[in-house]
């Protein structure tokens, strides 16, 4: 069965400091790959994807993620954090033959001063 | 360009009604997805249309139906509402599937009481 597994429920994280956030994937081939944001009360906004190629991919909001078929990873990264990044994060993996996202449980990110 | 549109943002249905959630897709793309996100979970899928037709379906029951028009715009029946139905109903439009990521709504958020 295919999965996606964000193990972070909550992370708490000081504004200026690096923030890493793990995804695990389930399939039998190499999925599309994505980051959404949501903003509380909003929708999704796509913050990288990864389809093939270079396996570091850089997104919007100085956010990067990278790749690691081994490890069957996808976990998002960035510098340096700002108040403005607290909100809740999803992974999601799409089947390469198929165009149904599967999301994680999401992570939240709150960022103190 | 515009984004996703959806209506209402809000609504408040009574248990064993019907409700339509309406979803505008953006300019230039025929695909359209839904997707329902209970309270503190990610998104689940919901189906998809692409060019008037149903392309696929989650594990949810047939009072769950679709729509699209000719114009790409999309709507999400629901019947015989439970209230377990309560959630946010997200709407995503591509051009090419998961090849370009999906652009969400904002979603409408369906208490049902």
């Known amino acids: 069965a295919q999965s996606v597994t964000q193990p972070d429920i909550h992370i708490t994280v000081s504004e200026g400091a690096s923030l890493e956030l793990r995804c695990n994937y389930s399939y039998g081939a190499t999925p599309y790959l994505f980051w959404y944001v949501q903003s509380p009360g909003q929708g999704l906004q796509l913050l990288l994807k990864y389809f093939s190629g270079d396996t570091l991919v850089q997104g919007i909001k100085g956010f990067e993620a990278e790749f690691k078929r081994s490890q069957s990873s996808f976990n998002l990264r960035k510098p340096s954090v700002h108040w403005s990044d607290a909100a809740e994060y999803f992974c999601?993996?799409?089947?390469?033959?198929?165009?149904?996202?599967?999301f994680g449980a999401g992570t939240t990110v709150t960022v103190r001063a | 360009e515009t984004g996703v549109t959806q209506s209402p943002t809000h609504l408040i249905k009574t248990r064993g009604q019907q409700v339509t959630l309406r979803c505008s897709s953006q300019s230039g793309h025929n695909t359209v997805s839904w997707y329902q996100q209970a309270l503190g979970q990610g998104p689940q899928f919901i189906f998809q249309?692409?060019?008037?037709?149903?392309?696929g379906r989650g594990n949810f029951p047939p009072r769950f139906s679709g729509l699209q028009f000719p114009n790409y715009s999309s709507e999400l029946n629901v019947n015989a509402l439970e209230l377990d139905d309560s959630a946010l109903y997200l709407c995503a439009s591509s051009m090419k599937g998961a090849q370009d990521g999906y652009t969400f709504g904002s979603g409408t958020r369906l208490t049902v009481v």
């Open positions: 249309y692409y060019r008037e037709e149903e392309n």
């Open positions: 999601a993996v799409a089947p390469s033959n198929d165009y149904k996202l599967s």
